[in-house]
Nanobody, 127 residues
Framework: QVQLVESGGGLVQAGGSLSLSCAAS????????MGWFRQAPGKEREFVAG????????DYADSVKGRFTISRDNAKNTEYLQMNSLKPEDTAVYYC????????????????????WGQGTQVTVSS
């Protein structure tokens, strides 16, 4: 059974930092793109960041570019999201996601391109 488990969410003041982790089990994702999405109350789930299977290419939503950094450790089957300079508008449930395809040449941005999802972790940024 494939599982993605996020950790690291919590409450932080504006301007602060948080680091999220997503540990995968049940299959290896070392050949698959991985990503982070978020969903705020009353809003649709949106793409935050994605990383190619090799780790050599990343993509970010404009709203987080320059503040968030996605990375991965294929040996640990884990991806990370370092979030700096957090803003109240970053408040949301954050979900990690993994692609079922192997060796995709681009970083997927659409939720429909990801097949496996974590349960989500709450990030709350106070003003």
């Amino acid at each position: 059974q494939v599982q993605l488990v996020e950790s690291g969410g919590g409450l932080v003041q504006a301007g602060g930092s948080l680091s999220l982790s997503c540990a995968a089990s049940g299959r290896t994702f070392s050949r698959s793109a991985m990503g982070w999405f978020r969903q705020a109350p009353g809003k649709e789930r949106e793409f935050v960041a994605g990383i190619k299977w090799s780790g050599t290419s990343t993509d970010y939503a404009d709203s987080v570019k320059g503040r968030f950094t996605i990375s991965r450790d294929n040996a640990k089957n884990t991806e990370y999201l370092q979030m700096n300079s957090l803003k109240p508008e970053d408040t949301a449930v954050y979900y990690c996601a993994a692609d079922a395809l192997s060796y995709r040449t681009t970083v997927p941005r659409l939720s429909s391109q990801y097949n496996y999802w974590g349960q989500g972790t709450q990030v709350t940024v106070s003003s």
